[in-house]
Each structure stands twice: as structure tokens, then as C-alpha cells.
């Protein structure tokens, strides 16, 4: 950096300071006001000192370091190192995760529909969404990616295959690729189109694919798997309770273990679901005004028993609607205590929405006024998470959470059956004891309702 540049940079952070004081101050309580000026000028020479020897530091490491550093490097990592002096939910976003930031939030990107994986070098399918262009193009589980656009896909890590799978709506890709158990290679081209991630699932399919709620078809006992929280979870949610509903539903279980949370504004709409009035939740922050949200009538799904499945994987949106649900005395929560995760964070956009930060402002209060999130300090002891009602704490050692996560991910993936194959029913999984519980608690009080 010309030692000029170093000069305008000190200056720019100087001035820029003064301008920043007004809003400093208005976040700051009514002590920091009084101050006299004495106090106030030592501050402000303070901070221009440190503006400047953060100026200074840039111009050595960049004109003198043994190795060349680039100005936008240097300038990100000191972004970070003020990211990391704050909670491990607030981050920076650099421009190069920023599409992958808004696919995990949305759940959706320009893409084919498949879960790949990479086995022995070589590029494999995991399996296709169901209605997506690779599903309707016949690719299947199991088939192996030989080329991409015509190039060999052998020794290509997992990253590098996304990137040229996904891209811009309406653009093709060629793939080539042999199905499992046949030595013949198939090509086709397939539009990429806007695709939807499923966070509103069931516990098996039907024979087109669909997702099957229904988990006992004699008891009418349903069962719903939210894997996150997106823009469309609450309405694929509420169409799910519909078609059960359409099949005389008599009980419900609501799964979201292993649910990392999303978007706020889904957890209340979820919620809303459910509950005819009262507080779902409200929000507070120290320089954000304290907001609250209720339940609304119009639209609720009432008259049957619910049961909330959690375990300690299951955090923020999650805990939002589990709380919601359990202090409200709509739904029993089964399973284990939750992440512990009550604060929520803003997206604020930089470099003209080429980069972003991901900043803490607020933290959430469930509808009892307890506290959920789990601080560092937190002992067990402690108010924090949600915890499973009286006498339904399931809790599931390492291998059984292991042997849960490989049935669960083998169940999802689309089998490949001929035509003449008739639909098998499999049970849920008998080695699940929290679901278990979930539907022995269902069929007493279905039972005690007559």
C-alpha cells in the first residue's frame, strides 16, 4: 500500500468516527451520555489512536512482509478477527460462501435435484429429489457420474462436482452416467432449473414417490420430519397436515431432531399452525426495539393430541416451535433436552450484497418467559434448552444416535424397483425408542379418548 493510501485510509477512519458516535451513543445506556466532555475527548483520541495503528499495521504487513499479501486478504482477516471476538453464531460471510449461505438458509439454488457422494474416486448418486429435472431425466440412487459436460469426473472432490452441477436456471448440463449392477453408459442433457430442497417430510414413500405421512394407517397416527426451517416449510407443512387430515388424523408426532434451526419468521408461522392464541415468541436486544409474536385463529389445526420429537441436536427455529407448543400445553415433547440456542441473527449486507455479516441482535424468550439459550458459563443445572416433559426423556447413547442417523438415510434415498414390484410397507424403525415413545404416548390417549 503507497504510504499516501495508508495516509487517506487513517484519515477516512478518522473522520468516520465522529460520524459513528451519534449511533454508538443511542445504543449506549443513559450513564455513557453524562460523561463529561474531559472524558468523552480522551475517548474519542482513543479511538483514533487505534484507527490508526490499525492503518499503520495494514501498510507494514503489506509494503514489508516477506510474502506478498493481497490488500482484500488482509482486510477480511481483520473482519473475522472482529467477528471472532463475538458469540460462534455471529460471522463473516466472504463473497465466495455467499451462495452457499443463501442455499442453506432457502433451501434452494439453480441446480439438477441430486445428493451425490464420492466412493472410490469415483462420483455416485445419492439419490435425485423427487420432481426435479435429474429425477425426470431417470437418474437413479446409485448411479455413477462418469462425465460432466464431457469431462471425466474421476478424482473430483465433492466441491468441485457441485460447482459444475449447479448453475443459472434455464442453462443445460450433459451428463453421462451408468446405472448400479450395468456397464452402459447413458448421456442426457438436463435443465437446471430452481430447486427446492424437502424440509417437510414423512417416515417412508408411497410408489410415485411422494412422501407417505401416514405412520399408522389403522390408528391414523401421522408423523411429519421438519429437517429445517426455510420460506416454504410452513405452507409444504400445512398441505402435509391437510392430506392427513383428509385420512380422519386422530394423532400427530412432529419430528425435529437433528432440526439446526432457520428462519425465525418460519418457526412462527409453524407454530402459528397449531396454536389457536397466545405468544409464540418475542425478541430483545440492545439497540433493537423489543418485538412479540401471537397465534391467530383463523387457519389452526386443532382436536387431536400432538407429540414434539427433540434431541440435543435439535436448536433455534426448533426450539422456538417446541417451546411454543410445550408451554402452551398443545404438545408433549419427547426425546432428549435441546441445543440451547436463543439468539437471533440479522443478515446485513456489504459490498452491495456481495458479501455479508451474519450478527447477533437479539435473543428470544419462549411464551413462559424462560430462558433457552445455553451460555458458555451454563451448568446443567441451569434454565436453558427444552427439555422433554415429565417422564418422557428418551435419551439415546453415541451408537444408537449413529444406527438412527444410517436407517434414517437409507430410508430417505429413492429405492430403484422394477415395475412388476409390488409397494412394500416398512415399519418405522424398531430401534428407534423416542419414536417408540412418541406412539405408545399417542395410543393412550387415543385410547382414553375412546
Known amino acids: 500500500m503507497p504510504r499516501q493510501l495508508s495516509c487517506c485510509l487513517v484519515l477516512f477512519l478518522i473522520w468516520l468516527a465522529p460520524a459513528l458516535r451519534p449511533a454508538m451513543l443511542l445504543a449506549e445506556d443513559g450513564a455513557t451520555a453524562q460523561k463529561s466532555a ?13 484507527y490508526r495503528a490499525f492503518a499503520d499495521t495494514i501498510d507494514q504487513v503489506e509494503r514489508n512482509y516477506v510474502k506478498d499479501v493481497s490488500r482484500r486478504e488482509l482486510l477480511e482477516a481483520a473482519i473475522k478477527g472482529v467477528m471472532s471476538k463475538l458469540d460462534p453464531h455471529s460471522s463473516y460471510i466472504a463473497p465466495e460462501e455467499l451462495t452457499g449461505f443463501k442455499t442453506s438458509v432457502e433451501s434452494q439454488f439453480g441446480g439438477i435435484g441430486i445428493q451425490i457422494t464420492v466412493d472410490d474416486g469415483q462420483l455416485k448418486v445419492l439419490s435425485p429429489l423427487v420432481g426435479t429435472p435429474a429425477y425426470r431425466a431417470g437418474i437413479q440412487s446409485g448411479d455413477r457420474i462418469v462425465k460432466i459436460d464431457g469431462q471425466p469426473t474421476a478424482g473430483l472432490s465433492i466441491d468441485e462436482a457441485v460447482k459444475r452441477l449447479k448453475g443459472e436456471a434455464g442453462t443445460t448440463v450433459t451428463l453421462t452416467f451408468v446405472h448400479a449392477g450395468d456397464s452402459k453408459e447413458q448421456t442426457a442433457t438436463v435443465h437446471r432449473e430452481v430447486v427446492r430442497v424437502e424440509t417437510v ?4 414413500r408411497n410408489k410415485d414417490d411422494a412422501w407417505d405421512f401416514m405412520l399408522d394407517a389403522d390408528k391414523k397416527i401421522g408423523y411429519i420430519r421438519i429437517s429445517a426451517f426455510s420460506r416454504d416449510t410452513a405452507a409444504d407443512l400445512k398441505k402435509a ?8 388424523l386422530k394423532g400427530l408426532i412432529l419430528d425435529l431432531r437433528f432440526n439446526p434451526g432457520g428462519l425465525l419468521n418460519s418457526a412462527i408461522e409453524v407454530s402459528d399452525l397449531f396454536l389457536p392464541d397466545g405468544r409464540i415468541v418475542s425478541t430483545a436486544g440492545r439497540n433493537i426495539a423489543e418485538r412479540s409474536w401471537d397465534a391467530t385463529k383463523p387457519g389452526t389445526f386443532e382436536g387431536f393430541p400432538m407429540v414434539v420429537l427433540v434431541n440435543r441436536y435439535s436448536a433455534s427455529a426448533s426450539e422456538i416451535v417446541s417451546a411454543a407448543l410445550q408451554d402452551h400445553q398443545r404438545a408433549v415433547i419427547i426425546g432428549e433436552r435441546t441445543w440451547g440456542k436463543g439468539s437471533v441473527q440479522n443478515v446485513i449486507e456489504l459490498e452491495h450484497g ?8 437479539a435473543s428470544y424468550q419462549r411464551p413462559s418467559g424462560k430462558n433457552i439459550h445455553r451460555f458458555p458459563d451454563a451448568k446443567e443445572t441451569d434454565e436453558w434448552g427444552v427439555r422433554p416433559n415429565d417422564g418422557y426423556e428418551v435419551r439415546l447413547t453415541d451408537g444408537e444416535m449413529f444406527r438412527l442417523i444410517s436407517e434414517r438415510r437409507q430410508r430417505d434415498v429413492l429405492a430403484v424397483h422394477s415395475k412388476d414390484e409390488k409397494e412394500q410397507r416398512l415399519p418405522a424403525s424398531s430401534s428407534d425408542k423416542q419414536l417408540q415413545k412418541a406412539v405408545e404416548y399417542l395410543n393412550s390417549e387415543l385410547a382414553r379418548a375412546g
Open 38 to 50: 474531559e472524558q468523552q475527548k480522551q475517548e474519542d483520541e482513543d479511538y483514533y489512536e487505534l
Open 201 to 204: 417430510m414423512g417416515d417412508q
Open 241 to 248: 397436515v391437510e392430506d392427513l387430515q383428509n385420512h380422519k
Open 354 to 361: 456481495k458479501a455479508a455479516l451474519k450478527l447477533t441482535t
